[in-house]
């Protein structure tokens, strides 16, 4: 194991105190590798741990602590920065909650700045509930909506990654119709240039950016759409002119096969499910969710809080896992260019 100086502090949010944020987060850091990596903090509260430990039944010690500096990153032991913002009397399983809402939103504020003031070489982050995030008063669509403005970061975006395969999505909290709208050539380069600076700045001196079509068979020279003529493959000319190795638009019912092949760095998916479904199917256990565009690295587990199970001890904590060995990988690889 390395030394706990020469490993990276990451900030860990239990999410939404209601579902499986905090079981995912325990289950994850019964990991040992875990912790050969990293000296894990909990952003949470004391309550909801103590609750958790005990749904499952594991004797794994909690520490509170004050600052970063005092996290030791001992197996067996759960450092926990308590916020203090949950009672026993706010913890109901499966029930969307103004508090848990609210706390789960402070847990990621902390977070940040712990990672803009340089405590934190990283975040990685449990699932929020968007109806209860808007009850406890945060009117933001989601965690890098939030987060770009907690940073005053204007250019970001979501990239799912699954083995080795990854995708940038242009849009995705739209409905599809206006998602549709919104496929245009300067929203298209200002993503490219994102994605192709993001992996720079990870160590891909080129990255190969896919770049997939909007409509059935690439719009079939327009007869089912021109979005890909009027839009997109001019966006993808003017990337290339400026050194951006931006290829397509490519089908997206085959561009994900190329990718995997290893043809492609990443593909840039024009909307939600067209990014979303082939990272999921190719292997939805490990999917992980990566913010482009911030001043930190922040990742997230590649699903919802699921009430439906929370509380029931059974949640599958794969992601999570990932989630954290990702956000130390892309925090020991990040550079400035």
Same mark, same amino acid.
């Given at each position: ?52 430990? %005990?749904?499952? *039944? ?130 298209? /380069? ?9 992996? *720079? ?21 327009? /007869? ?39 043809? @492609? ?18 292997? @939805? ?6 913010? /482009? ?18 509380? *029931? ?9 990932? %989630? ?14």
């Amino acid at each position: 194991m390395n030394t706990a100086d020469s490993r990276p502090v990451v900030a860990i949010t239990i999410g939404d105190a209601a579902g499986i944020g905090p079981e995912i987060v325990v289950k994850s850091l019964l990991s040992r590798h875990v912790y050969e990596l990293a000296r894990p903090l909990v952003i949470g509260a004391l309550p909801a741990m103590r609750q958790t430990l %005990a749904l499952l *039944k594991t004797r794994v010690a909690l520490k509170q602590i004050g600052t970063a500096s005092d996290v030791s990153g001992e197996f067996g032991t759960i450092d926990v920065l308590d916020l203090a913002n949950l009672s026993v009397s706010d913890l109901h399983y499966g029930r969307v909650s103004a508090s848990c809402g609210k706390a789960a939103m402070e847990f990621i504020q902390v977070a940040a700045k712990m990672a803009m003031n340089h405590e934190a070489r990283a975040i990685v982050t449990a699932p929020i509930n968007k109806e209860a995030t808007l009850l406890g008063g945060y009117e933001d669509v989601g965690h890098l909506e939030f987060l770009a403005r907690l940073t005053g970061s204007s250019e970001y975006a979501t990239m799912l990654i699954s083995g080795v395969l990854r995708a940038v999505h242009l849009t995705t909290h739209h409905p599809l119709i206006e998602a549709c709208r919104l496929v245009t050539k300067d929203r298209i /380069l200002r993503r490219l240039k994102l994605t192709d600076n993001s992996f *720079k700045q990870w160590g891909f001196d080129q990255p190969r950016i896919g770049v997939a079509a909007l409509n059935p068979h690439g719009g079939e020279a327009g /007869l089912m759409g021109k979005e890909e003529i009027d839009e997109i493959a001019p966006a993808v000319k003017e990337a290339a002119s400026l050194g951006i190795d931006a290829r397509g638009p490519f089908p997206a019912d085959s561009i994900y096969n190329r990718a995997i092949a290893g043809e @492609f760095d990443a593909i840039l998916a024009m909307y939600h499910d067209q990014g979303h479904i082939p990272i999921k199917v190719f292997g @939805f256990a490990n999917s992980v969710s990566v913010a /482009l565009g911030l001043p930190f690295v922040r990742t997230s587990v590649d699903h919802g809080t699921a009430f439906d199970i929370a509380g *029931k001890g059974v949640a599958d904590a794969r992601g999570m896992e990932e %989630a954290i060995k990702v956000a130390v990988s892309l925090s020991e690889r990040r550079r400035l260019v």
